[in-house]
């Protein structure tokens, strides 16, 4: 699956998929992939592009992750901040790990104005890096990019006229090990 045939409604994927690349590929990902959160265009895209061989869960995030396989490489592209229980899922995770599986996260970061009804976390900074020490794991690099939107969304309302002018949403990659 090529970038050009991402549909043109899904603009967020188009827009965030060159800086996810630049930043996963300087650590050289490699083996089985387990793309967390489902079937998605992100993480079939980069795992063609890196030729990872390419698994998806299915479980329930919030209570159970069955733990049989380990993995190389996890992709985790905007699924917490979703999750009734992160804690709980970044745990399951950890039993997927091996010593060296490379571990990719991305989670957005926007002004308490903004934050999102479908969002059961919304994480700052502080309480981020807590919940990444409480499950075990450390960052080991990051990255932050401004979320991008299509034109005509800005013309939607009040809220997407703010964020056109004063507050751009944000997301961070994370790699964890």
Known sequence: MDLKRIPPYDLQTQKRYKPTRDFINKFN???????IG?????????AGEFKLDYETT???????LDATKKYDTIFMFEVLEHLMNPLLCLNNIKKHCKKDTQFYLSVPRQQHLFWDCHHFHEFDKIRFEHLI???GFEIEAQSKHVARFNWSFYFT????????????????????K
């Open 29 to 35: 990902p490699h083996g089985r992939l387990l793309d």
């Open 38 to 46: 489902g079937v998605n265009k992100m993480g079939m895209l980069l």
């Open 58 to 64: 299915t479980a329930d995030l919030d209570y159970t």
């Open 133 to 135: 020490k409480s499950a």
């Open 157 to 176: 309302g009040i809220r997407p006229i703010l964020r056109l002018l004063f507050f751009k949403p944000i997301y961070y990659l994370y790699k964890l």
